[in-house]
């Protein structure tokens, strides 16, 4: 009797711990995990968005210079919330602290580089490259490094909460076993064949059995779906995007650059080669409802290639004014559109494919919300079956 309370109570812990780690699976990890990919993009946007604003000078668009703001509001937003759910402990804290120091250096760089160009100075060109080189060395890389923190966090979190409850089913193969014995035993001194009590004890622990073996197949299988549309999916459409910002960034720094250097110019190939093979890989893992936008921004990829080479041809041939033009103006024929338009489209298969991951995260968390009061209760049963059915035995003896 004790041992099938005993597995009633075992039962039920470890399918409330796996239950625990999927719900932080869906309110924890992978908002986490998704924030510092976030912040990243926010800061690689941010870069991207200045250079931008920095080449169109006094002709800066106002949703430009709003983009700029929004992604530092954005990326400091979502450092304070990190902060604040880190409790101060981990890895991830170092990085978020250093990310908070490093934040307004950036922007006060990016301040005087503008200051610098409004007044005709040529050292906005060398304040502006110093700001993003501060940014792809340092704070980046931090991100990156708290990116990475965060998806370690997220992954043990789906082991836990895939993980196979062994010592519920030992335990409960032994008990079974043992209930199985004991009726034999019975039989062969009594010539009974039935003993009412044993018997529903024997199917109070199948059935518990067979609860739990029904609710961890579907959480699995939930939380590997959730995974496979989901949490995939999206890391490789967020490496997409963020290889998108930085050949972008690239763009606007050869111009800036005015050809004093071709390092920006061999970031740009490497960095679109690198996105074209991101694209190509957020399209091949996309869950249905995201391909058609993942189809989209690698259209506008293309496109954005085609005019970043015409441009180029232009800036080479001297013509810096076409260049730039082609580069970061508005007209039909710029490569401004066609990114904007890319990553407005991967934006949205973000929103679609998160979706997906919360649908499937959250079936999988709810699959064994029932079994753990389904071990309780049967594990009463079956301990009052041993009671009734030994019992009854031992008073016939008397």
Partial sequence: MVLVLAFGALTGWQVADRSSAADQVVTHSQPLSQNATEIYRSLADADTTAASGFLLAGGEPREVRQRYQDDLANAAQLLTQAAAQSAGAGRAQTWIDQLNQQLPVYSGLVETARTNDRQGLPLGAAYLSYASNQMQSQLLPAAQHLSDAELARLNQDYADAQATPWAAY?????????????????????????????????????????????????????????????????????????????????????LVARGSTTQYADQWTKTSAADSGALANAQQLAPSGAAADIKAARDQFSLWTQRHTAADAKNNAGDYQGALDGTVGSGADSAQPAFLALDQDLANAVKVEQADFLSAAKNGRDATGTVVYAAAVLALLGAAGVLRGIGRRLAEFR
């Fill in 170 to 254: 030992v335990l409960g193969a032994l008990l079974l076993a043992g209930l199985l014995w004991v009726q034999v035993r019975l039989f062969r001194r009594t010539n009974r064949v039935l003993n009412l009590g044993l018997l529903g004890a024997t199917g109070a622990l199948l059935a518990t059995l067979l609860w739990l073996t029904v609710g961890v197949l579907a959480a699995d299988s939930a939380l590997s779906d959730s995974l496979e549309h989901g949490s995939t999916p999206l890391q490789a459409l967020n490496l997409a995007r963020v290889d998108s910002l930085q050949a972008r960034t690239a763009e606007n720094l050869n």
